[in-house]
């Protein structure tokens, strides 16, 4: 009888074993580059103007890049079955670019210190993957904290947008031939202070869905959207504000298709 119960022991004990080995499932790393681009040619540091005071825009084939800037979360891939998967962000880095839920990109190509990276360093379930979305902007947990209590990658007063209690989700700073656009988005409409409940009428969260999407793609962020549809624009996330009805639009708000983001291999 001993042996019997000693034998039956051991089984729990290695049927516990193969339990707890079991639990972790395999995951898989992959990296989503993000890249700037003008009527489908890529802009990198090879295009920066050494001083761009007093340049002839006239003269130049691509925009003066100023900022372009992007929090970004909720990112998500589709398998093979259709189903949407939720990936979360590498663990922090030194530069402190993203934590496991939101990431900050700096796309300006002539940074010098960038403040944020240009990819999305992933870890997801391991499997068969076409498609990838997110959603640009804050998280609503997390906008309207403390900025004094922030941690990276919302811990820099840049893009704390103090007149909303919340953060700039973009910032674009553009500037071609005689055209010019400053664009900041955001949560806005909102009502409350810090430690208190806090609400906004215009979220200003949108979501970007990238169907043809294969890892070992980029994504592209075409700017010659913001000069053809609207050459000279000035918006501060308000819809009601000049300019802002279309460049929202643009970037997928008010039940519109972004045109701004696409795939490239």
């Known amino acids: 009888m001993e042996w019997k119960q000693a034998m039956k022991r051991i089984g729990i004990f290695i049927g516990l074993l193969l339990l707890l080995g079991c639990s972790e499932a395999p995951e898989q790393r992959l990296e989503v580059p993000f890249s700037l681009h003008f009527q489908g040619e890529l802009i990198d540091a090879n295009n920066c103007q050494v001083d761009s005071q007093g340049l002839d825009l006239n003269a130049t084939p691509k925009p003066v890049v100023n900022a372009v800037t992007l929090y970004v979360h909720n990112v998500e891939l589709q398998n ?19 934590d496991e839920q939101i990431a900050l990109l700096d796309l300006t190509p002539c940074q010098a210190e960038p403040v944020g990276g240009q990819a999305l360093p992933l870890v997801l379930p391991k499997g068969q993957y076409q498609g990838l979305r997110f959603t640009l902007g804050v998280p609503e947990a997390l906008n309207h904290q403390d900025p004094l209590q922030a941690k990276p990658p919302l811990d820099l007063p840049a893009f704390q947008w103090h007149w909303t209690v919340g953060y700039k989700f973009a910032f674009f700073d553009l500037a071609w031939r005689e055209n010019s656009v400053k664009y900041h988005l955001g949560s806005s409409g909102c009502t409350g202070n810090i430690g208190e409940t806090i609400s906004c009428q215009y979220k200003n969260r949108p979501q970007v869905s990238l169907t043809h999407f294969q890892p070992g793609d980029k994504v592209a962020l075409e700017l010659r959207q913001f000069f053809t549809e609207l050459p000279h624009a000035r918006c501060f996330g308000k819809p009601q504000d000049k300019g802002c009805e279309t460049l929202f639009n643009l970037i997928g708000l008010q039940q519109h298709e972004q045109r701004l983001f696409h795939v490239v291999d």
């Open 80 to 98: 093979h079955q259709g189903q949407w998967v939720r990936a979360r962000l590498q663990g922090a880095t030194e530069q402190a670019w993203h």
